[in-house]
């Protein structure tokens, strides 16, 4: 069985040797005073249409066309060579007229939203992994809801068998609205455990006002906080991995527009050139 | 939504094996056959009464001379017992044997699974609801009505080829597969043109649970069979002269240890790995005197050693493996000490056959090759696989070997693993899943974990499908190659199958009919149910479309009993 790393090794020496290939011919082209413009657009372009394949190949999920796994293999590759191909195209610098400004703001977006895919779905797998339980992301509202309603049993609770109100106080003012929608989301995706931290020293301060029974309900509590944010860690991580998708596939639909459209006006005035 | 559609809700006999079964065929087949005329009928509830059964659940064959029967390797699930003609078991291998590398599947063609994927409809579980309604089966789905018939043009030529063993009128056979839930062990030809009766799992369990007669009977069969064909199956006996083999198969016993039905006690085991340590029965422990060698014949055995106040699980034996050949061959060669440096538990339920140690030093030993025995008393290999290969404990973390075993994921044949350090959650395997499936995923993306490894809620079509044991139409069966498929006509909805799997790996989904409406009882008005669980996409033309479709390589079927793939792919 191949290991990732050979694989990883494998794909970076067929890269390499397809970026020196692209790389000759752009020199031997320059050399005989040929306009390689239009040969680099036109593999550039045929490099963009099987990245967009890509897409479509996910949609006909049941057809034996190769596996996924293979395709994506393709598809990041490709999209380096095809940098290589756009910044050799573009003479490694920004173009003067509007539209190829802006041609050229959403080329570069969508191959950097692209790596930024690739590192996330490389890294936020393991720190999902490393905390706990994997749970489905459309089971997290549910699973949040039950432990809200948990922690307001045992604050009700804490009520009738303690004669008490700090736990049930501390559940209006503090807990309710964090149990209320996921919170911290941004904290949790940059590793931040701060107000995590912050509410687990509130819930301990209240020990000092409470009989025996009080703080093994307190423990309870504390534990379903845990298990609280332990899930909203689950929600960022996951909605950040499903979102960027959101925003690099729409991408690709204007930017295979506004390709078309670059490739006509590059026809229609191009009269005369070489 | 309207409901528009009311059906009779499905009973355990409205698919009989045989539709043209007459009163006259079961009253011929009780006069004929003794081992089904000597049954008390008066033990039957009226339900469920005998002649019900064999009109249901058994049906008449024909073979011509030369036909095949059946083939070593394909797993069955009937008992056949002989009314007229010859036919001849075939002792060893042959060219009629099941090969493992065939796909007995029909998959759709590219442009068939092209439109299926065009037409999935938008609500799941669509069902033609005429398929239900007609009492027949002509849709080529009921249960062992598919494949064309194999012959031999010279039988005489086989039977000089191949050591044989004839069997005539009253004799049975198929009995071995049909109770162990295990391939056949040999193949059987028809000799002459004969006339079998065949009965299913169904109704032969049914029989054998109300009369003792023929439970014995069946049973002592089954032990007498399996003994000498596993002995002969094993690579450690092949080669031994037949009076040899004879004199050892009169001296081994055949044991069976564990549960024949052992999800309920296994459901019952809280996640605890001492717990489920603990239950398991002890076939051999640790330090005890070997006074025979191993052969597991059916299902798994736990390999332990004792460490300081506890047990260290180091690997599995399984189906052909032995155990405890190394410490015989030490004594043998070396005079070592007879004593087992390993202890064995069976896991859920296990058959195996023991050798008494003397004649395997007397017979079997000195017939090996001495490279194909084990190295020197220092080397640390615990079994030998069926192939004659010396295995060493196997080489994964301590933690990893206990949840494999205490889940009994190695029970799984194409268990689906994912790695939950690659998995994004993107769902691209749900959705290829239920693509494949009437709009519904066969399988829920989640499931027990350690570490990075999840074993996800899919039908990991079993080495031993408990599944299986109470369907009462044989629904749910296995394909001849092993696979372990619904036949959603036959399927009566009664979830018998659903809670017997012990990984809840087995669905009930209520269904609808092609306009998207539910499918109703006409009586209760109650919808109707059908069973539902992984079908390895038996029909697809590329295999698994959940693996298939997985773009971060996270997701793979894997069968536990290759090690080494198992042990590659938690290593990549």
């Known amino acids: ?274 | 939504m309207s409901i528009s559609v009311a059906i009779p809700r499905p009973q355990r006999w409205d698919r009989p094996l045989a539709p043209d079964m007459t009163e006259g065929d079961v009253l011929r087949v009780l006069f004929t056959l003794r081992v089904l005329g000597a049954i008390d009928q008066g033990q039957f509830p009226s339900t469920l009464s005998l002649q019900d059964i064999i009109r249901n659940d058994a049906r008449i064959r024909r073979y011509r001379r030369g036909e095949v029967i059946i083939r070593r390797g394909d797993y069955g699930n009937a008992l056949f017992v002989i009314i007229s003609g010859v036919v001849r078991e075939l002792l060893e291998q042959s060219d009629f044997d099941a090969s493992s590398d065939a796909d007995v599947h029909e998959r759709r063609g590219f442009f068939e699974t092209a439109r299926q994927w065009w037409r999935q409809a938008d609500t799941p579980e669509r069902r033609d609801v005429s398929v239900y309604q007609d009492g027949h089966d002509d849709h080529g789905l009921a249960l062992g009505r598919r494949g064309e018939r194999e012959s031999i043009q010279s039988i005489e030529a086989l039977i000089t080829r191949v050591p044989t063993r004839m069997l005539t009128e009253q004799d049975m056979f198929g009995e071995v597969a049909a109770l162990s839930r295990a391939p056949h062990l040999s193949t059987v030809i028809a000799e002459t043109d004969v006339e079998v009766l065949e009965l299913r799992w169904q109704g032969l369990r049914d029989i054998r649970r109300r009369d003792k007669g023929f439970r014995d009977k069946i049973d002592a069969q089954y032990r007498a069979s399996s003994l000498k064909a596993h002995l002969r199956e094993s690579p450690l006996f092949q080669g031994l002269h037949e009076t040899a083999l004879e004199h050892i198969a009169r001296h081994t016993l055949f044991e069976t240890h564990g549960e024949f039905e052992w999800s309920g006690d296994f459901k019952n085991l809280a996640d605890d790995s001492i717990d489920v340590l603990y239950s398991e029965p002890v076939i051999a422990e640790h330090g005890d005197y070997l006074d025979g060698l191993l052969l597991i014949r059916y299902g798994f055995g736990r390999i332990s050693e004792r460490l300081d106040h506890g047990h260290r699980t180091v690997g599995y034996v399984t189906h052909n493996e032995v155990f405890g050949l190394r410490e015989i061959v030490d004594h043998w060669r070396d005079d070592h000490d007879l004593r087992l440096r390993h202890g064995l538990r069976a896991v859920g339920f296990v058959d195996l056959l023991r050798v008494p140690t003397a004649l395997v030093e007397d017979y079997v030993l000195p017939n090996i090759p001495p490279h194909k025995l084990p190295g020197p008393p220092s080397s640390t290999s615990i079994r030998m696989s069926a192939d004659f290969k010396w295995e060493a404990e196997l080489p994964l973390e301590q933690a990893t070997i206990n949840f494999l075993m205490n889940n009994r994921t190695i029970n799984g044949t194409a268990a689906m693993f994912i790695d939950t350090d690659r998995c994004t959650a993107c769902d691209d395997c749900v959705r290829a899943c239920a693509s494949a499936h009437n709009n519904n995923p066969r399988f829920v993306r989640h499931g027990p974990e350690h570490d990075n490894l999840m074993v996800a809620n899919a039908c990991m079509h079993c080495v031993d499908p408990v599944c299986l044991i109470g369907c009462p139409t044989g629904a749910i069966h296995r394909t001849k190659d092993g696979l372990v498929i619904i036949d959603d006509i036959t399927c009566i909805g009664c979830a018998t199958c659903a809670d017997s799997c012990p990984y809840d790996n087995i669905r009930m989904v209520e269904i609808r009919d092609d306009k998207g409406d539910f499918i109703v009882d006409q009586e209760t008005q109650a919808p109707i149910v059908k069973a539902t669980k992984c079908d390895l996409c038996l029909e697809q033309p590329g295999g698994p479309a959940c693996q298939r479709a997985c773009p971060h390589d996270a997701l793979t079927r894997i069968d536990l009993r290759d090690r080494e793939r198992l042990v590659d792919w938690l290593g990549r």
């Open chain 1, 1 to 274: 069985m191949t290991t990732f790393g050979q694989r990883r090794l494998r794909n970076w020496a067929i890269t390499g040797m397809m970026a020196g290939l692209i790389v000759a011919i752009e020199l031997l082209y320059d050399m005989s005073l040929r306009d390689a413009a239009f040969l680099n657009g036109w593999i550039l372009f045929a490099g963009m249409v099987l990245l967009a394949i890509f897409n479509l190949r996910k949609k006909l999920n049941i057809l034996p066309l190769v596996r996924m796994s293979t395709w994506l293999q393709l598809h990041i590759y490709t999209g380096l060579v095809c940098l290589l191909l756009f910044l050799l195209h573009t003479d490694f610098s920004l173009p003067n007229g509007p539209f190829e400004i802006i041609l050229w703001i959403l080329y570069m977006t969508m191959t950097i939203s692209g790596l930024v895919g690739v590192a996330l779905s490389r890294f936020l797998p393991h720190r999902i992994s490393a905390r706990g339980e994997r749970v489905i992301f459309e089971r997290i509202p549910v699973l949040r809801a039950q432990i809200a309603r948990d922690i307001e049993d045992l604050a009700m609770t804490s009520v009738k068998e303690t004669r008490a109100s700090t736990i049930a106080d501390f559940y209006v003012q503090e807990l309710a609205p964090y149990l209320r929608r996921p919170k911290h989301l941004i904290g949790h995706l940059i590793g931040g455990t701060r107000p995590e931290r912050r509410l687990h020293v509130a819930i301990r301060e209240l020990e000092r006002y409470l009989d025996e029974r009080g703080r093994q309900i307190l423990v309870e509590i504390d534990h379903l906080v845990s298990a609280k944010a332990d899930l909203d860690y689950q929600y960022a991580m996951q909605l950040t991995l499903k979102s960027w998708l959101f925003f690099h596939l729409p991408l690709n639909y204007g930017l295979m527009l506004f390709t078309l459209v670059h490739i006509v006006l590059v026809y229609a005035f191009a009269t005369g050139a070489p």
